[in-house]
């Protein structure tokens, strides 16, 4: 993939490399895409970022969002939902809800995180109101704020240390 080559600056001799089973593999994935599941009505956006948020964890950017739902794609072997990977999405709920996606103004309503299992054409979608208690959620986003800026005081300093919007 770019990511090494963009976020780590290696892997430059791989640009231009074609496996035959590479090329295969992606023609499998693009197969079992439903279009009608990434079909937007209103909002599309591909690897956005959560403006200077994402500096608070180092560079985060979604693969995508479709209308209300922020979503991860996994192309693994196995159809299995992990801990980390649903970690991950509420990662990035938390956050939009810090500064938004893409610097849309208005922020886009999220209602729904999901993951997209690319080698079975899954997507597992799941409302934020079932993981998320809307109470105590802002206070949460304050804590996560504050830790990130103990952890990486330099980050803080450029992110700013304005309140959590609720």
Known sequence: TLD???RAG???ETI????KDDIQDLKNLISAVDRKVF???SLCMIN?????????????????VVDDTIIDIKTTKKLTLERSALD???GYYVLHHIRGIGELKPKPTITKVAIYFSR?????????????????????????????????????TRVGSRKAPS
């Not at 231009?16 to 496996?19: L, P």
């Not at 956005?48 to 995508?64: E, R, W, Y």
């Open 10 to 12: 290696l892997g430059h």
């Open 16 to 19: 231009g490399v074609v496996h």
């Open 39 to 41: 079909t937007a009505k």
């Open 4 to 6: 090494p080559i963009f």
């Open 48 to 64: 956005p970022t959560f403006g200077s948020a994402s500096v608070l964890v180092g560079g985060a950017d979604a693969d995508l």
């Open 88 to 90: 991950q999405v509420l």
């Open 120 to 156: 079975f054409g899954y997507l597992y979608v799941v409302p934020l109101s079932d993981l998320v208690d809307s109470t105590t959620f802002p206070k949460f986003v304050q804590w996560f704020q504050k830790r990130a800026a103990e952890a990486f005081p330099s980050v803080a």
